[in-house]
């Protein structure tokens, strides 16, 4: 089985530095399963490839060792030597380790820098699932590409192939490439080589932190992931659960929540709410809702006349149905609501039509790679008449008086912009997409560091 890693851009062969590995010199790992290869089989300032070959033997693993049944004949026919399977993934832990955990002493801005790179996995096992490759790697930003054989030409009654090749380009750190092919290699094939124990739970947390939690599908792959030990599975996805939810309301301003008689959350939705009755629109979608409180204020307007409450997950969409009573809602407030799964970042013909377009605390959670694709969903694509965008102000964040400086207020935040960035990146949008922005704060000023929350309202020229 065979794994590859290219990277393209500059001073490429410095590729080896990041994976602990030197391009001149081939390198063999034993494995109690079998050997590892390292080797490069492209090298130049432009374009470098470094590959992990696997060789199973099946015979070794029936001797005894750990992966082997109690005898019979799949313990020596079968698709170990060659499909990438959790064999893989432990070969990529035990070869590439350092490299996961985004260590790089001599190149170590060169590791913490999103690169071009582009990852190939052989003979993945999907059982003719055509959709599961796109659903495990589109929402991490990457671009996905499969290819499936017949099993045999002279057969083509025997059908499709249930194995696919995989490759998918992005702009990524490696460590987040390499996590990521970790993870998600044993939700293909739903089979482990080795006994599953609780310490799995913890394996799966710490190498999808800061990605799995978000991920549209992360229930689906929990439940793959473990498919032998459905109690650990429901567990892992407790946590994430748990884990996605602190994101809802960041601590920082929890603690201002608590301080204040009037929330600022609740300041935000009442200011995000009269801009969007000003703008005079009748039909809103609300991206990125969240518990929904903001389409739970719209439904109450006499002056909207649609809501759309969208957010990329599903338990997200549950817990707002919960929370608007949505089985006992009064029928003029419901035959208004439409709830719906998608994500930000990609075209949704979904998202045309409206009148104004809602983003309320939600930029900041995307990652800085993926902004222009956020920006093309909502500006080019959807177009609404009006976009009402909110994000925290980080100049505000000095006065909170437990936040360590140039901290963000929320550990799943990509980053927090100043007013200044904030205006920058409002008046690019606009030369861009054709639209004007107004700008203002919302919450208590502050007059060296403004608002705790900035808020653009962009209206479409012409």
Known sequence: ??????????????????????????????????????????????????????????????????????????????????????????????????????????????????????????????????????????????????????????????????????????TVRLSELLNHIYVLIPVFDKQKHYFIQEDEIRKLLSHGEGWLASHPYKEKIAQRYFAAKRSYARRAIDKLLEDEGEAAVPEQEQETEKREFTPLNTIRMEAVKNAVLASGAASVIDLGCGECRLTSLLLNEPQIKKVTACDVSTRELEKAALRLKLERMEPFRKNKLTLMQASLTYKDDRFSGYDCACVVEVIEHIEPARLPAFERSVFEFAKPQTVILTTPNREYNANYEHMQENALRHGDHRFEWTRAEFRAWCENVCERFGYSVDISGIGDSDEAHGTPTQMGVFTRNG
């Open 1 to 170: 089985m065979l794994f590859t890693i290219t990277y393209e851009g500059q001073n490429t062969q410095e590729l080896g530095f990041l994976l602990h590995k030197n391009p001149e010199r081939p390198q063999q790992f034993e494995l109690n399963h079998g050997r590892a290869y390292v080797f490069y089989p492209e090298v130049s300032d432009t374009r470098t490839t470094a590959a992990l070959l696997l060789d199973i033997d099946p015979i070794d693993l029936a001797r005894g060792k750990v992966g082997s049944s109690e005898g019979g004949l799949f313990d020596y026919v079968n698709d170990r030597p060659y499909a990438s399977t959790s064999f893989m993934s432990t070969a990529i832990v035990r070869v590439f380790g350092t490299a996961m955990s985004g260590r790089c002493d001599k190149r170590q801005e060169l590791a913490d820098t999103p690169l071009k790179l582009t990852a190939t996995l052989s003979a993945l096992k999907d059982y003719g699932d055509e959709k599961l490759a796109f659903e495990l790697f589109e929402p991490l930003g990457y671009e996905v590409k499969t290819e499936r054989r017949t099993l045999d030409e002279r057969f083509p009654e025997w059908g499709k192939s249930p194995y696919i090749d995989l490759t998918v380009s992005g």
